[in-house]
């Protein structure tokens, strides 16, 4: 396993790195929670899960899983010491996989994270595809008829949900809520703006993307 730890505690950070390591895995710590966004925003396609504190300095575990969720199926499991009913349930419907309270066993740990690595590697639904668009969500790859494109994370989260929503006509409303947030108060003319790059980025399959005039816009295989 290659795990990205997320953690301002540099006890925790210590003694867990020694652990897995111990176990065999790969261990990088981050110990910021703005240094753990940039990250996250640059790619993480090379962990095979996070392992993510909430309560972190200058931005919380919540928001960084929130942005993890836009643009990646990578296994989060949160460690923490809110264990709040309303807290665990925010960490799920964010999408994580697992949510540990702390002080936890380490053994139990890292039992959770391999079998939840094993899972998820076993699975084969990482892989996206609508007429020459091939999307993987684990590796944050886009590809038309095989050649690779490059989306920014915007770009990639909004085709990630016209892939996952085929032949749907999707709204501007909810992809501003999917991919920028429900907190996000700016015009919804940003869509626009984002499908006229996304389809330009596409090439050839750009026409994919259709317009549905006055309701938003539909993907379709070709």
């Avoid at 730890?5 to 703005?34: P, R, S, W």
């Avoid at 929130?66 to 925010?90: L, N, Q, W």
């Avoid at 309270?101 to 890292?110: C, G, I, N």
């Avoid at 980025?201 to 309701?215: C, E, N, P």
């Amino acid at each position: 396993m290659t795990i990205l730890l997320i953690e301002d505690d540099l006890q925790i950070c210590e003694v867990t790195q020694k652990y897995f390591t111990n176990k065999g895995a790969k261990v990088t710590a981050v110990h910021n929670g703005a240094d753990a966004l940039q990250l996250v925003e640059k790619g993480i396609s090379d962990y095979s899960l996070v392992l993510l504190d909430i309560m972190l300095p200058e931005t919380d575990g919540f928001t960084i899983c929130r942005a993890i969720r836009k643009c990646s199926d990578i296994p989060v499991v949160f460690i923490t010491a809110r264990g709040r009913e309303e807290d665990i349930v925010r960490g799920y419907d964010l999408g994580c996989d697992d949510y540990v309270v702390k002080p936890f066993l380490l053994s139990a740990l890292y039992g959770k994270c391999s079998a939840i690595v094993k899972r998820t590697e076993g699975s084969n639904n990482t892989l996206l595809v609508c007429g020459a668009i091939q999307l993987d969500t684990r590796k944050l790859v886009c590809t038309v008829n095989g050649q690779e494109v490059e989306l920014t994370p915007k770009g990639f989260a909004i085709m990630r949900y016209l892939m996952e929503h085929q032949g749907w006509t999707v709204n501007r409303d909810t992809l501003l809520d999917r991919v920028w947030g429900s907190d996000y108060f700016g015009a919804d003319r940003v869509v626009d703006n984002h499908i006229k790059r996304l389809r330009k980025a596409l090439g050839s399959a750009g026409g994919q993307i259709h317009t549905a005039v006055g309701r938003g816009y539909k993907l379709t295989e070709k």
